[in-house]
């Protein structure tokens, strides 16, 4: 039975399309022209460049539009701000209080600057310290270390 | 496969209107009997058909061969259009439909009426099948092809053509058989 519809089956092969119908339809088909994108080259590798670099290119642009606008409305608020402050507002003195913050900044950055030896340096440095020298009660800062220290983050 | 269908492919991907020509010769009558077999007229498989390779000539750069043939690629075409089609004009074809199939190879056999009706008894019985199973059936056992060309065309894996496969012919084998006591 079942050889006999496997079989049954196979005949069904036999079916083909009426030639006029064939030969209508592959004119009408070979003298389609291709949609656009169809007829485009391909574009593999540098395609692909190339879209990635416009695509970085106008997240730059963008960017750099948004810092302008940014920066253009800084520069506007802060001309508002100053000029419209209230009559009794000492404005020197605030301009000389944010430099002296500016200057505590720098401080504090000096002091990261100094903390940030690198271990290994630090390690060695504190290694070549003789640490059997007699200790100084009324001064216990080792001034050994102090300028091994200072050497070191230089 | 047709002998250096790869080369012809390229050609037509590059334009070349007589390489896609000598696809179509050959697939025509796979890809028509295929669509014939599923919607069961002769005029609408025929629409059906050439909107199939329109498809493909017009979006052959889509193509890539990836080891499998380009009938795979042409077959899940007509696999799609001919689903559209039921899901737009007709939802189900009656039996009365399938009665009326026009089942002509190449009009000469229109006058062998003994193998249009053992034909319109198979069709019939394949109609029964779930629509899976019935691509399956046509393009293994009426078309021949390999079991890594079905799982392309019809989007699954080899294992599960296998198996839809194995269901496929059990099922239409109750169903011819029930056919035949009840006549």
Redesign the interface.
């Known amino acids: 039975?079942?050889k006999d519809?496997?079989k049954?089956?196979?005949?069904?092969?036999?079916?083909?399309?009426?030639?006029e119908?064939?030969a209508q339809?592959?004119a009408?088909?070979?003298s389609?022209p291709?949609?656009f994108?169809?007829?485009?080259p391909?574009q593999f590798g540098r395609g692909v460049i190339w879209e990635s670099l416009s695509l970085g290119l106008s997240t730059i642009m963008s960017a750099a539009a948004v810092l302008i606008m940014l920066g253009g409305a800084t520069g506007i608020l802060r001309t508002i701000v100053f000029n419209n402050l209230a009559p009794g507002v000492d404005t020197e003195g605030i301009i000389t209080e944010a430099g002296a913050a500016s200057k505590d900044i720098d401080i504090q950055l000096n002091e990261v600057r100094y903390y940030n030896i690198p271990d290994t340096k630090t390690s060695a440095t504190l290694e070549a310290i003789p640490t059997d020298a007699p200790v100084d009660n009324n001064n216990p800062k080792n001034s050994d270390i102090d300028r091994a220290l200072e050497e070191a983050s230089q | 496969m047709l002998e250096d269908e790869q080369n012809l492919v390229k050609k037509a991907q590059d334009g070349e209107i007589q390489a896609f020509g000598s696809l179509y010769d050959y697939y025509l009558p796979k890809i028509y009997r295929f669509v014939l077999l599923k919607v069961s007229h002769r005029e609408e498989a025929e629409d059906l058909t050439h909107q199939a390779f329109l498809k493909a000539w017009e979006n052959i750069e889509q193509y890539d061969f990836r080891g499998y043939s380009f009938g795979s690629w042409l077959y899940r075409i007509a696999r799609n259009i001919t689903v559209d089609y039921y899901r737009g004009v007709k939802l189900e074809v009656s039996t009365e439909d399938v009665n009326e199939v026009h089942l002509a190879k190449d009009n000469s056999l229109e006058e062998d009426t003994e193998r249009s009706l053992e034909w319109q008894g198979l069709v019939e019985s394949i109609k029964k099948l779930k629509e899976v199973e019935q691509d399956v059936i046509i393009m293994r056992f009426v078309e021949d092809l390999p079991l890594k060309d079905i799982a392309k065309a019809i989007g699954k894996s080899e294992g599960a053509v296998k198996v839809i496969q194995h269901r496929a012919i059990k099922n239409l084998k109750n169903i011819v058989e029930s056919k035949e006591e009840n006549v």
């Open positions: 039975m079942s519809l496997l049954n089956l196979q005949t069904l092969r036999e079916i083909t399309p009426r030639r119908y064939a339809s592959r009408a088909i070979l389609t291709k949609s994108y169809a007829t485009q391909k």
